[in-house]
């Protein structure tokens, strides 16, 4: 996760603070897909739906792995074409790629104004 800090810019940090924010995210999207589900399927769908990434299994690095929502909302739907896009018969989800560095410059104490 690439997250600001002040006078430093955007350094790279990882963790359960920052994953929680994606789960329960990816979990909202999914109740509004399927409202019916209950806490277990919906965690099942989500550990189930990850993408396991490091040693075979969860781990301590990566826990059940990267959250895959299209895979999960597919496992509660029980739909192939839950994500696909229609138009060109895949996924809408592009790769993923690291943003560009960015400096972020303290305030000019001169400056006066918002």
Do not use: K
Not at 42 to 69: F, N, T
Not at 80 to 87: G, I
Not at 93 to 102: D, E, G, I, L, S
Request: aromatic letters at 4%; glycine letters at 12%; hydrophobic letters at 35%.
């Amino acid at each position: 996760m690439i997250a600001p800090i002040p006078g430093d810019g955007y350094p790279a940090f990882s963790g359960t603070s920052f994953a929680s924010a994606h789960a329960s995210g990816a979990a909202a999207l999914l109740l509004e897909l399927a409202e019916d589900v209950g806490p277990s399927e919906l965690r099942g769908a989500l550990e189930g739906g990850a993408l396991d990434l490091g040693p075979s299994g969860r781990d301590r690095l990566y826990g059940h792995g990267r959250i895959d929502v299209c895979e999960a909302a597919r496992q509660l739907t029980l739909d192939e074409r839950t994500c696909e896009d229609e138009s060109a018969g895949t996924s809408p989800t592009p790769p993923v790629a690291a943003p560009a560095p960015v400096s972020v410059a303290p305030p000019d104490p001169q400056r006066s104004g918002p």
